[in-house]
């Protein structure tokens, strides 16, 4: 089994930044995709960030220029620089990651339990 820990949340003024780590531990023989989602209140999960093993991203457009995804394939860790943060930007972060553990080469999807990332003055 992997899990997943995320870090970094808090509050912080709009226009400010923040950096969010999430950290994979486990059997893990290899990740393939990480991914950042966000929840907020009262709307559906949206994808914001992806990044493969090979360091290819995808941004949602509403965070394009402001944000940053990267990974440590060393310490099988991603992170997620978040500038010019809004108010819209409010949410719980979850991490997500899709890959292969040992023994047996068996894929798997693990999330980590989310944290709390508001935007506000």
């Known amino acids: 089994q992997v899990q997943l820990v995320e870090s970094g949340g808090g509050l912080v003024q709009p226009g400010g930044s923040l950096r969010l780590s999430c950290a994979a531990s486990?059997?893990?023989?290899?990740?393939?995709?990480m991914n950042w989602y966000r929840q907020a209140p009262g709307k559906q999960r949206e994808l914001v960030a992806a990044i493969s093993s090979s360091g290819r991203t995808n941004y949602a457009d509403s965070v394009k220029g402001r944000f940053t995804i990267s990974r440590d394939n060393a310490k099988n860790t991603v992170y997620l620089q978040m500038n010019s943060l809004k108010p819209e930007d409010t949410a719980v972060y979850y991490c997500n990651a899709v890959g292969t553990v040992v023994p047996g080469l068996k894929v798997f999807n693990s999330w980590g339990q989310g944290t709390q990332v508001t935007v506000s003055s």
């Open positions: 486990g059997s893990i023989f290899s990740i393939n995709t």
